[in-house]
């Protein structure tokens, strides 16, 4: 969002709009904020978040105390420009009760519904790391320790390639499958978050991008 965009923007009677702040890796929704006209353009020249606090009548720049302040990588307005979703990359728990997302009080879900997500799975995994399951093959894993769950993943990975140079495009994916979740218990056993390897990742394609200007001059 440009400077001139503000304008579009439809504050509230009280100066204010809604913001949904959102994980720019994982999509996960970490708040719901406000701000007003002064804290959208801080939040901007800053490239941080900053909200204006309906309690405290104030603004309040999110980290400034507890240090988990919000990198933003975007601000996109709804179609009526009454409400923005900003996305970050945090650098700790978005609540301040510490936990990673405010939003953390199930209501209702839709078992039926089968959702799933790598997120969802590294979460599960981690749980059989912290409160082991009887029968469970993960907790299983993760008493036996580092070379046994480094065995598997180097056997994953043999497997994948039989498949692949096979020309076999199910059974690829389904070794693949496999060596995801074998490599997600190695993560989980050194403490490595799927948002580390997306960091990761993020950093290279900057570096890919500079790489290619410089190139391209």
């Known amino acids: 969002m440009k400077f001139e965009d503000i304008d579009k923007l439809v504050f509230d009677k009280n100066g204010l709009i809604p913001c949904v702040v959102q994980d720019a890796y994982s999509k996960k929704v970490l708040t719901v904020a406000y701000m007003n006209r002064e804290s959208l353009e ?3 020249k800053r490239r941080l978040t900053c909200f204006y606090s309906r309690s405290r009548k104030k603004l309040w720049l999110k980290g400034e105390t507890s240090g988990n302040f919000q990198h933003i990588v975007s601000i996109t307005a709804d179609c009526d420009y009454d409400s923005l979703v900003v996305e970050v990359i945090k650098d700790g728990p978005a609540c301040h ?3 990673d997302s405010c939003f953390t009080n199930k209501v209702y879900e839709n078992e039926e519904a089968g959702h799933f ?7 599960l995994i ?3 790391k912290t409160d082991p399951k009887e029968g469970s093959y993960t907790s299983y894993l993760f008493d036996k320790g580092v070379d046994k769950i480094l065995k598997k993943v180097g056997e994953e990975c043999t497997e994948v ?3 692949a140079k096979g020309g076999d495009r199910e059974e690829t994916v389904f070794e693949i499958a496999d060596l995801t979740y074998h490599v997600l218990v190695l993560m989980a056993e050194y403490g490595i978050t799927i948002n580390d390897i997306k960091a990761q990742l993020a950093e290279r394609h900057v570096v890919d991008k500079k790489v290619k200007q410089e190139r391209m001059q």
């Open 42 to 44: 801080i939040s901007i």
């Open 97 to 99: 009760l510490g936990t």
């Open 117 to 123: 997500s790598l997120d969802g799975l590294y979460d």
């Open 126 to 128: 981690v749980g059989r």
């Open 161 to 163: 390639v039989i498949a």
